[in-house]
């Protein structure tokens, strides 16, 4: 079982930037894959950035450029820095990962971008 809890979400205005975070209750290194979905009012949810075990990071076409992710394996923490925010960034972040062809996801935090 793994844990996931999010924090850093806020209002910002457009060109602004935010750290979102995710602290696990799992050790992070030993997890398959770990990274952050968004979901937008009316939208299905969808990959922003995922670090995969031994195979590097990835990232969504929007975000590619503006967002990156990381972790702290001493705090079990994954962090998805989010600069020059735009409108259509706005969204309920999730943290995901995949441990053991289980998945698990975090409470959501609301990220709004608007002046």
């Known amino acids: 079982q793994v844990q996931l809890v999010e924090s850093g979400g806020g209002l910002v205005q457009p060109g602004g930037s935010l750290r979102l975070s995710c602290a696990s209750s799992?050790?992070?290194?030993?997890?398959?894959?770990v990274g952050w979905y968004r979901q937008a009012p009316g939208k299905q949810r969808e990959l922003v950035a995922v670090?995969?075990?031994?195979?590097?990071?990835k990232y969504a076409e929007p975000v590619k450029g503006r967002f990156s992710i990381d972790t702290d394996n001493a705090r079990n923490t994954v962090y998805l820095q989010m600069n020059s925010l735009k409108p259509e960034d706005t969204a309920v972040y999730y943290c995901h990962a995949h441990y053991r062809r289980r998945d698990y996801w975090g409470q959501g935090t609301q990220v709004t971008v608007s002046s």
């Open positions: 799992g050790t992070i290194f030993s997890l398959d894959a």
């Open positions: 670090i995969i075990k031994g195979g590097g990071s």
